[in-house]
T-cell receptor, first 113, second 109 residues
């Protein structure tokens, strides 16, 4: 059973398009996260939700909008994609305090042409 | 924000060798975690270690919070240990999580 899953695994799209990445966890965790890993492998927190409520929103452009329909899902919608959005996006989840031991999804490689 | 520095940036080992990876951080932290990203990109949490020492098989980690550093020890390295090791810290000042730039490890057979 996959603990944290993301779809799609690869996403290639044109500048200006809108796209979504989905994340689901079956661990029963109450906190979920989105991270961005750039081409130099640098990882940065974007958002965190606890029990469907946004608790962390780092300085991310408002073209990025996370949505959590329930505590097992955290989706990421990106409007008006730009070249600089090309990266690998990781979803993660944890139980208890924010930034407790985190379990990561396999990542979604987004390429904006 | 908190600066997280990892050393060395790159490390090449022969299978069976031991190694120590270091993570220095610039301020007090709530917690510290070590992650391994394998060559296929999968991120795995190795240790949640705000202080003290933990061991898991051939890997162990020590964090000395008062001196603002953590060490990850890999003993009897195997080719499957290859990848990038990241250290990440949560600052005391509210929900900020900072990653270091990683140590890229290549274990040769």
């Amino acid at each position: 059973d996959t603990a944290v899953s993301q779809t799609p695994k690869y996403l290639v799209t044109q500048m200006g398009n809108d796209k979504s990445i989905k994340c689901e966890q079956n661990l029963g965790h109450d906190t979920m996260y989105w991270y961005k890993q750039d081409s130099k492998k640098f990882l940065k927190i974007m958002f965190s939700y606890n029990n469907k409520e946004l608790i962390i929103n780092e300085t991310v452009p408002n073209r990025f909008s996370p949505k959590s329909p329930d505590k097992a899902h955290l989706n990421l919608h990106i409007n008006s994609l730009e070249l600089g959005d090309s990266a690998v996006y990781f979803c993660a989840s944890s139980q208890g305090p924010v930034y407790n031991e985190q379990f990561f999804g396999p990542g979604t490689r987004l390429t904006v042409l | 924000g908190i600066q997280v520095e990892q050393s060395p940036p790159d490390l090449i080992l022969q299978e069976g060798a031991n190694s120590t990876l270091r993570c220095n951080f610039s301020d007090s932290v709530n917690n510290l975690q070590w992650f391994h990203q394998n060559p296929w990109g999968q991120l795995i949490n190795l240790f949640y270690i705000p202080s003290g020492t933990k061991q898991n098989g051939r890997l162990s980690a020590t964090t000395v919070a008062t001196e603002r550093y953590s060490l990850l020890y890999i003993s009897s390295s195997q080719t499957t240990d290859s990848g990038v090791y990241f250290c990440a810290v949560e600052g005391y000042n509210f929900n900020k999580f900072y990653f270091g730039s990683g140590t890229k490890l290549n274990v040769k057979p």
